[in-house]
C-alpha cells in the first residue's frame, strides 16, 4: 500500500501578522491498513481520499472520507489513519491544529516471498479425533497450539531444514523433522499417543511419530502458458474479453478472420480440446472470432497446453486449452452491466443463504445490427457477421472452506450465413451454419483428512450443428445432433515424502445423430484439392445414421520430487478402451434391414515429464506422450464416409527451458515435434468400395519452436513478445511425398504491452505479423460442357500462400471510481492502420484473373462496462 500526502501550500500575504503556515504537518508514525481480503483476491486496487484533522501536539482528532473506493476500502484506511502521529503543523512558527487532504493508495504487492508457512492438525492416533491444546514448537523458537479442531499455523518460517517437536503433559514426547521452502506452504497431519502408567515405564523414549504430509498441487505442465484474468482483459484486440488472450500465446496459429478457431502446433481445429473446468466444451470462440463462449466476469485464469500434457486428459491429437472459473461471491453482491459496438452482456453474483453463493450471467450480439444500420454495403458477402447469444448459471454450497458442491450449468448458440450474388443462378452460393450447445454439471471437491483432494464432476450435455447451402442448383445439408454425457473423478494425494500422486476415471459418450444431403465434396475436408468458390461435385448422395462413442479411461500420475525438490519426475499413464457403434455398416437398398457396425480398440497411453531445477532462475524441461482421438460422428456415414474408421494416433515430443532474467522479466523456449497417423482422409481411389469414400491412411507432422519473453505485472506495466517458427506438414493416402497442411504457418510473432497510467486511465498495443496459408494454385482452366462451366486445372497442393498478414491493434481505457462501484470506458481499435489483410483466393468465372478477399478493415470497438 502506498501513501500519498497533499500538503496545504504556504499562504503568502505582504501582512506578517496573519496566519501563515511555516512547517507542513510530517508523518512520524504511519500504520498500514490492511488489505481487504475481498477485494484482494478480486485483484481490485483503489484509492481513499480522506480529510484529516491532526491536532496541536500530533494526533489524529478526526478522519472523514472525501473520495470513496467503496466500504471495504474506506473502512480499513479509516482504521489505520486514526492511528497515524504526527510532527505538527507549525503556523507563525507556533504549532497548531491543522486540516489536510490525504490519499490512501491500495497497491497490490507482487514481492517474491522469502518464507515458508507451516500448518497442519494434531490427532489421537487410536481414533482420528482432533487433539487441542498441543503445543508445536519449531527450533527457530517460533511456536503454535492447537485449536479445538486440532489445527494450528506458524507462518514466516525461515526455509531449510528444521526440528518440529510437539508437546502436551498426557502424550508422548514426539520430535521430527521437516522441510520447508520459500513461497510454499506445508501442511502436515500429526498422530499421535497417549501416555499410560505401564507404557511410559517400558518404552522410555518415545517412539518417532508417524507423519503424513498434505498433498501439495501436482507440478503443472511442462509446456503451458497462464494468464490472469485481470491482465487479459486489457490486452488490445481482445475488446476486454479474457479468453480471446489465448489466440496471443505461443504455439498459436493466427486463424483466418471470422473462422473463431484455434490452431496448435500444427494440429487441425478440430483436434484441440477445451475444457470448463474439467468439463469437456465444442469450441471456445463464438462464430466470428470476436467473443469467447463465457463471460469474462466468471474466468479466473485460462492455461494454454500446446502439447506434451499429462495423463488426466485425452481424446485429442492436439492441444489443451484449460478455463478455471472463479467462485460465486460469498461476501456481497457483485456484477457488471457491459455493451460496445459487438455485442451487450451482464453477470451477478452474491450469496443467497447461509453458505450458499450464486452466479448468473448472460450475453447477445448486435453487430449485425449496428453495421446494417450504419452502412448499406453488403459487408457480410465475404466476411460472415455472426450472431450468437450465451449464458451461464451456478450455485454452490460450501459448508466448509475445502469442501463445496456446486450445481451449474450454461449454454451458447451460434449462427452465421454468407451469400455470394451473382446474375448467373448456376455461380450463386448461400450457406448457414449454426451450432446450439448446452451444459448441465454436478461438482464436488474436498479435502480429506489426510490432506489429499477429492474431485468428482458428472455432466451432460446436448449439442446441435447445422450447416445448410447451395452453390448453384447443387445442395449442402449437413446436420449433427448429439448428446455428450460425461464424469471426471479424482483422488490426489502424498504417497510418500518425495512422491505425490493423482488416480482418477475420465469417462465420455456421445450418442448422435446425423443426416446429410448433397454433393460428395461439400462441404471440403483439409486436404482438398479445391479454391475457394469453386462448385462441389455435381455428384450427390443423401445419408441417415446414427452413432454411439465412448470410452472410459483409468489414469494414474505421479510426481516424483528429487534432489531437494529441484528435480522434478512426472510419470503417467491412461489406460483408454475406446468403441464406436453405427447404425448403418452400408448403405441401405429398398426395405432391406440396415446392418450395423462395431469398432473398438484399447490403447495404454504412457506420458512423461521432466523439469530440473538447475538454480532458482534456470529450469529445465521436457515432456513426452501418446495420444489418440476417435473418429468425428460426420465421417461415419455410411454414403460419404466411412462405419469402419479407427481412431487416430499422435505422439509429442519436447524439450526447452525457462530463464528468469530479473524478478520480473523471464524467458521461455520450447523445441517440439508431432507425429500423426491414422489421420482420416479421402480415399484415393477414383471408385471407391461402397462404405470407404474416408480411409484411416494419412500422416502428419509438425516440429518447429517457441519463444516467450514475458514481463510480468509490476508497477502497472506488463507484456510479451511470442515468436512461434513450425512446419506442418501431411501425407495424404495413396502419397509418398508429405505436402503442407492447410493451416501451416511459418512464423508467428505477437508483440503486446499494457501500462497503468494511473488515474484509472489504462492503455495497451498489440502487434501481430503471420506468414500466409498455404493455398493450391490454378494454372488453368477449361470449359465443361457437361456443366456449361469452366472448371479450373489445379497446380500442386498447397504450393502458393496467401500474403502474410500484419495487424497493429490500440486500446485505452478509463475508469471512473465510485463509492461502492465503477465504471470503464474503453475504445479498442482493430488494425489500427486500417491495412488491407488478405485472407482468401478468388477468381473469375473463367480463373483467368484473380483478386484477394481482405480481412475486416479499421475496426473501432468503443464499450463500457459498470462494475457493482
Known amino acids: 500500500m502506498k501513501p500519498a500526502l497533499a500538503q496545504n501550500a504556504p499562504s503568502t500575504g505582504e501582512d506578517a501578522a496573519r496566519p501563515r503556515l511555516t512547517k507542513p504537518p510530517k508523518i512520524a508514525k504511519f500504520v498500514e491498513a490492511p488489505y481487504p481480503e475481498s477485494e484482494k483476491a478480486a485483484g481490485r486496487t483503489a484509492s481513499v481520499v480522506v480529510q484529516i484533522a491532526i491536532s496541536a501536539t500530533g494526533t489524529v482528532d478526526a478522519v472523514k472520507v472525501v473520495e470513496s473506493a467503496g466500504p471495504a476500502f474506506d473502512e480499513a484506511a479509516l482504521q489505520a489513519i486514526r492511528q ?15 486540516r489536510i487532504n490525504y ?10 516471498p522469502t518464507t515458508a508457512q507451516f500448518a497442519g492438525t494434531v490427532r489421537n492416533h487410536q481414533n482420528g479425533e482432533a487433539l487441542a ?29 528444521h526440528r518440529v517437536t510437539l508437546s502436551r503433559t498426557d502424550l508422548k514426547a514426539l520430535q521430527s523433522e521437516e522441510h520447508f521452502e520459500a513461497g510454499k506452504k506445508l501442511d502436515a497431519t500429526y498422530d499421535v499417543e497417549f501416555n499410560t502408567p505401564d507404557k511410559a515405564a517400558d518404552d522410555g523414549d518415545a517412539d518417532d511419530l508417524e507423519i503424513v504430509i498434505v498433498a501439495p498441487t501436482l507440478t503443472k505442465q511442462v509446456v503451458s502458458t497462464k494468464v490472469d484474468a485481470d491482465q487479459a482483459r486489457r490486452v488490445a484486440g481482445t475488446s476486454g474479453d479474457v479468453l ?6 505461443p504455439g498459436v496459429a493466427r486463424a483466418t478472420a471470422g473462422s473463431g478457431q484455434v490452431v496448435v502446433w500444427g494440429a487441425a481445429p478440430e483436434d484441440t480440446r477445451v475444457y470448463i473446468d474439467g468439463m469437456r466444451v465444442p469450441l471456445l470462440y463464438h462464430f466470428g472470432g470476436f467473443r469467447s463462449v463465457i463471460h469474462s466476469d466468471l474466468v479466473h485464469s485460462v492455461e494454454l497446453i500446446p502439447g506434451g500434457y499429462g495423463a488426466q486428459y485425452g481424446r485429442g491429437l492436439g492441444g489443451l486449452v484449460k478455463v478455471d472459473t472463479r467462485a460465486p461471491s460469498s461476501d456481497r453482491l457483485h456484477g457488471s452491466v457491459a455493451v460496445d459496438l459487438i455485442d451487450a452482456s451482464t453477470s451477478v453474483s452474491a450469496p443467497v443463504a447461509k453458505q450458499v453463493s450464486a452466479t448468473i450471467a448472460a450475453r447477445r450480439s448486435h453487430l449485425d445490427s449496428v453495421l446494417h444500420a450504419v452502412t448499406s454495403k453488403d459487408i457480410d458477402q465475404f466476411f460472415p457477421i455472426p450472431q450468437y447469444y450465451d449464458g ?47 451444459r448441465a454439471y454436478l461438482r464436488y471437491e474436498t479435502e480429506t483428512s489426510d490432506g489429499g483432494k477429492v474431485s468428482v464432476l458428472p455432466w451432460l450435455g446436448w449439442d446441435q450443428s447445422t450447416l445448410t447451402g447451395a452453390f448453384g442448383g447443387t445442395p449442402t445439408v449437413l446436420d449433427v445432433s448429439s448428446r455428450d454425457y460425461g464424469l471426471r473423478a479424482s483422488y490426489r494425494g502424498r504417497v510418500a515424502p518425495f512422491l505425490t500422486a493423482e488416480a482418477g476415471l475420465d469417462l465420455e459418450a456421445v450418442s448422435s445423430s446425423a443426416r446429410r444431403v448433397g454433393s460428395i465434396t461439400a462441404p471440403p475436408r483439409e486436404g482438398d484439392a479445391h479454391i475457394f468458390s469453386q462448385a462441389p461435385s455435381d455428384l450427390v448422395n443423401t445419408d441417415r445414421w446414427q452413432t454411439v462413442s465412448a470410452s472410459a479411461a483409468p489414469y494414474v500420475e505421479g510426481d516424483f520430487a528429487l534432489l531437494e525438490d529441484h528435480l522434478h519426475i512426472i510419470p503417467g499413464v491412461r489406460l483408454e478402451p475406446q468403441f464406436t457403434s453405427v447404425s448403418k455398416r452400408v448403405p441401405v437398398e429398398g426395405s432391406a434391414p440396415a446392418v450395423g457396425e462395431y469398432v473398438s480398440d484399447t490403447a495404454l497411453e504412457p506420458r512423461l515429464a521432466i523439469r530440473y531445477a538447475l538454480s532458482s532462475r534456470v ?3 521436457a515432456a513426452y506422450g501418446q495420444y489418440r482421438q476417435a473418429a468425428q460422428p460426420e465421417d461415419v456415414s455410411a454414403s460419404f464416409g466411412n462405419p469402419s474408421l479407427q481412431s487416430s494416433r499422435a505422439t509429442h515430443l519436447l524439450f526447452g527451458g525457462a530463464f528468469d532474467l530479473s524478478q520480473n522479466l523471464a524467458v521461455e523456449t520450447t523445441v517440439f515435434r508431432t507425429t500423426s497417423e491414422d489421420l482420416v482422409t479421402r480415399n484415393p481411389s477414383l471408385a471407391p ?12 507432422r509438425s516440429y518447429g519452436a517457441q519463444f516467450l519473453l514475458r514481463r510480468e505485472l509490476a508497477k502497472g506495466f506488463f507484456g510479451w513478445v511470442a515468436y512461434t517458427i513450425l512446419r506442418a506438414e501431411r501425407r495424404d493416402a495413396g502419397q509418398s511425398e508429405y505436402r503442407l497442411f492447410d493451416y501451416d504457418q511459418t512464423h508467428v510473432l505477437t508483440a503486446l504491452a499494457s ?13 501481430r505479423y503471420a506468414t500466409g496459408y498455404p493455398r493450391t494454385p490454378v494454372i488453368g482452366s477449361y470449359y465443361d460442357l457437361r456443366t456449361a462451366s469452366y472448371q479450373p486445372q489445379l497446380g500442386a497442393k498447397n504450393s502458393i500462400r496467401i500474403p502474410d498478414f500484419v495487424e497493429l491493434d490500440v486500446r485505452g481505457s478509463k475508469r471512473f471510481k465510485f463509492q461502492s462501484s465503477s465504471l470503464e470506458i474503453y475504445l479498442d481499435v482493430q488494425n489500427v492502420t486500417n491495412r488491407q489483410n488478405p485472407e482468401e483466393i478468388a477468381y473469375n468465372a473463367d480463373y483467368t484473373q484473380r483478386r484477394y478477399i481482405e480481412g475486416l478493415p479499421l475496426l473501432p470497438v468503443f464499450g463500457a462496462k459498470w462494475e457493482f
Not at 491444546?133 to 531449510?160: C, M, N, R, Y
Not at 468400395?689 to 502428419?700: K, M, R, S, V, Y
Open 619 to 621: 529450469t529445465f524441461k
Open 755 to 767: 501500462y497503468d497510467l494511473g488515474k484509472g486511465f489504462d492503455i495497451g498495443v498489440r502487434g
Open 84 to 98: 497515524f502521529l504526527f510532527e505538527p503543523a507549525e503556523v507563525n512558527n507556533r504549532p497548531s491544529p491543522i
Open 103 to 112: 490519499r490512501y493508495d491500495f497497491v497490490i504487492k507482487e514481492e517474491a
Open 133 to 161: 491444546g498441543v503445543k508445536v514448537d519449531l527450533d527457530t523458537g517460533a511456536s503454535a497450539v492447537s485449536d479445538a479442531v486440532g489445527h494450528f499455523q506458524i507462518d514466516g518460517v525461515e526455509p531449510g531444514a
Open 392 to 438: 451461464q448459471a451456478r450455485v454452490r454450497y460450501q459448508p466448509a472452506k475445502s469442501t463445496y458442491l456446486e450445481l451449474g450449468g450454461m449454454l451458447s448458440s451460434d449462427e452465421v450465413s454468407r451469400s455470394t450474388p451473382n446474375t448467373d443462378p448456376a455461380l450463386r452460393k448461400r450457406e448457414t451454419r449454426g451450432l446450439d450447445f448446452q
Open 689 to 700: 468400395f461402397i462404405a470407404q469414400a474416408l480411409t484411416n491412411q494419412g500422416q502428419g
Open 244 to 249: 480471446k488472450i489465448v489466440e496471443n500465446l
